[in-house]
C-alpha cells in the first residue's frame, strides 16, 4: 500500500488545517489508519488513529481539537486540526496498520507502511 499525505502549511494559532492522506494499493476500510507527527528533536508520537471498523482514538495533546475521518470512496483518511497551538508545529505523517486482528495501536513500531509527511507551522 502506498500513502500520500498532502494539505499541510502555515497558520496563525487558533486556525485550522485538514490534512488529507491518500492510499493506493488497498482499501483504507480494511485496516487500521494513524497519523503521527515528529517535531525537531522530539520523537515521533501518535495524533489520532482510526480502527478497520471505525473506532477512533486521539493523543491527549489533540483531544477535543482534532478529528480523524475516513472516507472509503475515496480511499483517503482526513485529519481536521482545530484551534491550533504553536505546540502542534511538526511533520505530519500517516500510517496504516494491517494487523487488524488486534486493537488499533498508538506506538510508531505498530504501523507498516508510512507516507511521505506533510509540514505543519503554527505561529504564534
Known amino acids: 500500500v502506498q500513502l500520500q499525505a498532502s494539505g499541510g502549511g502555515l497558520v496563525q494559532a487558533g486556525g485550522s488545517l485538514s490534512l488529507s492522506c491518500a492510499a493506493s494499493?488497498?482499501?483504507?476500510?480494511?485496516?487500521?489508519m494513524g497519523w503521527f507527527r515528529q517535531a525537531p528533536g522530539k520523537e515521533r508520537e501518535f495524533v489520532a488513529g482510526?480502527?478497520?471498523?471505525?473506532?477512533?482514538s486521539y493523543g491527549y495533546s489533540v483531544k477535543g481539537r482534532f478529528t480523524i475521518s475516513r472516507d472509503s470512496a475515496k480511499n483517503t483518511v482526513y485529519l481536521q486540526m482545530n484551534s491550533l497551538k504553536p505546540e502542534d508545529t511538526a511533520v505530519y505523517y500517516c500510517?496504516?496498520?494491517?494487523?487488524?486482528?488486534?486493537?488499533?495501536?498508538?506506538?510508531?513500531?505498530?504501523?507498516?507502511?508510512w507516507g511521505q509527511g506533510t509540514q505543519v507551522t503554527v505561529s504564534s
Open positions: 482510526v480502527s478497520w471498523n471505525g473506532g477512533t
Open positions: 500510517a496504516a496498520d494491517l494487523r487488524t486482528s488486534r486493537p488499533l495501536g498508538l506506538g510508531v513500531n505498530e504501523y507498516d507502511y
Open positions: 494499493g488497498r482499501a483504507v476500510s480494511n485496516y487500521h
